[in-house]
């Protein structure tokens, strides 16, 4: 999902979970993530996110790319991004349009 700045929640969480060495500092990471939503039930599952990470058998990138594409889908309601300052979804917007005419094309 795309918020209006074009910026994917879900990759942006998935990129604060990779470039680090090791699982803990994996899990520091995502610690420190889960912290920073101003949200109460995203924090709760940020930190869902980050026992299951925790409790992985195989800690390599390939598994917790996979662990965690799959886990971010399913505890992560990305659209509640997508709202505007009224606090309401812009209709007009096609959540599923992946069309690069964003406005800011040259």
Do not use: H
Request: aromatic residues 10%; glycine residues 2%; hydrophobic residues 35%.
């Amino acid at each position: 999902m795309k918020n209006e700045n074009r910026f994917s929640f879900d990759d942006a969480l998935l990129t604060a979970l990779f470039g680090t060495p090791n699982r803990q500092n994996t899990i520091d990471r995502l610690g420190v993530v889960c912290t920073a939503f101003p949200d109460e039930e995203f924090r709760t599952r940020a930190v869902i996110l980050r026992e299951r990470i925790r409790k992985m058998d195989d800690f390599s990138w390939t598994a917790l790319c996979k662990l965690s594409k799959w886990e971010i889908s399913q505890l992560f309601d990305s659209e509640r991004f997508l709202y505007d300052s009224e606090d309401e979804l812009d209709e007009d917007d096609d959540l599923d349009d992946e069309d690069p005419d964003d406005g800011c094309s040259e």
